[in-house]
């Protein structure tokens, strides 16, 4: 008896996959039709707030990961990925150097950075540095 339904099932399914199924059709008509029925859709000109340039620069926060006479290497306080070398500029050259004398940055200090956006010049940096040991 299970053999005779088993066999029942296995032929209708034949049978089921045996009539082709009707073309298919593109589905932009069926679009263009809903289209013609729904209410026009509302467009709104989204403006993008454009950042006014300061005129000084920009401050970043940092943390110190190398320190020289000629540059410095840091990473963003705010996005720890972000890592930054910046050169100094010709005011800020004399003061680095003297800096560097005295033991300057360690790695882990806190330091702001001025700098124009787009560029790795730094115009001033503020910070305390390390005690030397």
């Given at each position: 008896?299970?053999?005779?339904k088993?066999a029942?099932?296995a032929?209708a399914?034949?049978a089921?996959l045996?009539?082709?199924?009707?073309a298919?059709?593109?589905q932009?008509?069926?679009?263009?039709?809903a289209?013609?029925?729904?209410?026009?859709?509302?467009?709104?000109?989204?403006?993008?707030v454009?950042?006014?340039?300061?005129?000084g620069?920009?401050?970043?926060?940092?943390?110190?990961i190398?320190?020289?006479?000629?540059?410095i290497?840091?990473?963003?306080?705010?996005?720890?990925?972000?890592?930054?070398?910046?050169?100094?500029?010709?005011?800020?050259?004399?003061?680095?150097q003297?800096?560097?004398?005295k033991g300057?940055?360690r790695?882990g200090?806190?330091?702001k950075?001025?700098?124009?956006?787009?560029?790795?010049?730094?115009?001033?940096?503020?910070?305390?540095?390390?005690?030397p040991?």
């Amino acid at each position: 008896m299970k053999t005779f339904k088993i066999a029942g099932v296995a032929v209708a399914l034949a049978a089921g996959l045996a009539i082709p199924s009707g073309a298919a059709r593109a589905q932009a008509v069926a679009a263009a039709e809903a289209a013609s029925v729904a209410a026009a859709p509302i467009v709104r000109a989204v403006h993008a707030v454009a950042r006014k340039p300061r005129q000084g620069g920009d401050w970043l926060k940092a943390d110190v990961i190398h320190f020289d006479s000629h540059s410095i290497i840091v990473r963003e306080a705010a996005n720890e990925r972000m890592i930054h070398t910046f050169s100094y500029a010709s005011v800020l050259q004399p003061k680095m150097q003297a800096l560097e004398d005295k033991g300057g940055y360690r790695y882990g200090d806190q330091v702001k950075i001025l700098y124009q956006p787009g560029q790795t010049v730094a115009l001033a940096i503020h910070g305390k540095p390390s005690k030397p040991q």
